[in-house]
């Protein structure tokens, strides 16, 4: 057997289309029906706490996947050798910019049409898709036989997608997906497939679904408030969900970013707040704490996380930075023994491991959008791609080739054609459902998360996307 089909043995061979939103949904059942299992009686306490440690008390079945199409069959399809270069630097142009932000004063700026000087040439798909930059740390997750080590993983992992925005470089806005846009990500060399779809326009939500060779999961939703008084500040409240093949179940929501400066002088960033990652198979939490630059000044990339046990008990610390990565200490190091530097915390000898490092942004990346080397790959066109794939929209490709006034014209049309869409929709009291997701409560949290149906990698194999007909027409 493979090894990435061993990863799912006990699923069945064969999913008929019509079921795969059931076993979705049953698959979000079963883990409910999980956590409150008891422990056996009799056991002792100590063997009770390694246990939970080593693996956690309410083991689950592997993930069901619900695509016919293996894994490792999606890894085999061809794929375009990745750039690390936008094809063009970004063009200069300021204008309407300041009208613009008169006009979003107070407001939800989700709700606004912002001009495309704003935009990086990626959607929000593929910004969140961009997380998985970093799905080696998940792998490494994987590998840990201690569940708390597993947790802290992930938590730097949830911790690392900001690093790209710390050099004060990538301060564009991702494109708004179009109601059914969708973009795939596929990387054989990285062992994972993903599938997102934008499932809600307004309120703007964004789904995305990933699977790995190694054998975890990851559902993610985005979707956030936003309120511009002179800084823009972006609260998210979208479910993030991490699964291993040793069962645990762990969620966690992104920490509030604040954009200053939009107005006038250099635009930056940072973030604030408490992240809790919770690992629900073992009743175990990751802290992570975020401090504004109004709190800490010049550090405000630092990273300070406390990992307890289902006691409650701190059995690992972690510090570091959004910018630089995180190391990890046995037991409890208060925060003012531990270097406020994240660039010293990463080199200090007395951790005992490094559990993630941010990439180095390439030096090319000022002029293009402040994107790293990963980011720089995803618009790229590949073969055999949906019709409604990010990749496709013009008004983005054209933004990417250099043509700022081809982009302003392509996107207003875009934003012309969805409007006309929906009230056809509104007209014929068409509700919209998407394709490739639905939403459920996630057991453990209660809160919506929209979970992938399947489908979508089966369709990819049979060669159904030849056919733009078949699929919405979006762009």
Known sequence: MAESDATFADAPEHLEPQSAARAALQHLADLKAGVNKEEP???????????????????????????????????????????????????????????????????????????????????????????????????????????????????AFGSACFASSAEGYRVYKPFNPLLSETFELIRPDLGFRAVGEQVSHHPPITALHSESQRGWVLRQEYKCDTKFRGTLKIHPRGLNRWESPQGDRITWVKPQTTVHNL???????????????????????????????????????????????????????????????????????????????PEQAMQDPNALMTVWKANVIPEQSKVMYGLPAFAMGLNQMQPNICPTDSRLRPDQRRLEDGDMEAASNEKRRLEDKQRRDRKQREAQKISYSPRWFQEVHDPETALPLHVYTGGYFDAKQRGEFASAESWPDIF
Not at 275 to 299: I, L, Q, R
Request: charge should be neutral.
């Open 41 to 155: 009686e009799g056991r002792a306490r100590a063997n009770s706490c390694a246990a939970r440690r080593q693996t956690p008390s309410s083991p689950l079945k592997p993930f069901v996947p619900v695509d016919e199409t293996p894994l490792s069959e999606t890894l085999k399809q061809p794929l375009e050798a990745l750039r690390t270069l936008l094809p063009s630097s970004r063009p200069k142009s300021y204008s309407g910019l300041w009208s613009a932000l008169k006009s979003a004063i107070g407001k939800d700026i989700s709700k606004i049409a912002v001009p495309v000087q704003f935009n990086e040439p990626l959607s929000f798909l593929q910004r969140l898709a961009e997380d998985l930059e970093y799905s080696n740390v998940l792998d490494a997750a994987v590998a840990q036989d201690n569940s708390l080590l597993r947790l802290a993983h992930v938590a």
């Open 263 to 341: 107005i006038f002088g250099k635009v930056w960033v940072d973030q604030e707040g408490v992240m809790d990652v919770v690992n629900h198979a073992t009743g175990e939490k990751c802290v992570v704490h975020w401090f504004p630059y109004s709190s800490v000044g010049k550090n405000f990339t630092r990273l300070y996380a406390e990992v307890f046990d289902e006691h409650g008990a701190i059995r690992y610390t972690m510090n570091g930075g959004w910018d630089k990565g995180m190391v990890l200490y046995e037991g409890h190091v208060p925060r003012e023994r531990l270097t406020p530097h």
